[in-house]
């Protein structure tokens, strides 16, 4: 793994942490799942995408639907 890069393992470290923590900071985040900023940063801009990309397909079939 490149340097920066982020891997499934730290997403899923990520999500994990996400969900036991009520508030929390970047930072906070990042040394708890032992991460570099930079790692942190994508990690989190990765969730957000994956989980809009899921909604936008989610939304297609049904705007197809309405449609026909």
């Known amino acids: ?7 499934e ?4 470290s990520l999500v994990r942490y996400i969900c036991r923590q009520k508030t929390f900071t970047e930072s906070e985040m990042g040394n708890e799942l032992n991460l570099e900023p930079n790692q942190t940063a994508k990690a989190i801009c990765f969730l957000l995408a994956n989980n809009l990309v899921r909604k936008k397909m989610h939304e297609v079939p049904l705007f197809v639907r309405e449609r026909q």
């Not at 393992?9 to 899923?12: A, E, H, I, S």
């Open 1 to 7: 793994m490149k340097d920066g890069e982020i891997s």
């Open 9 to 12: 393992t730290m997403v899923l």
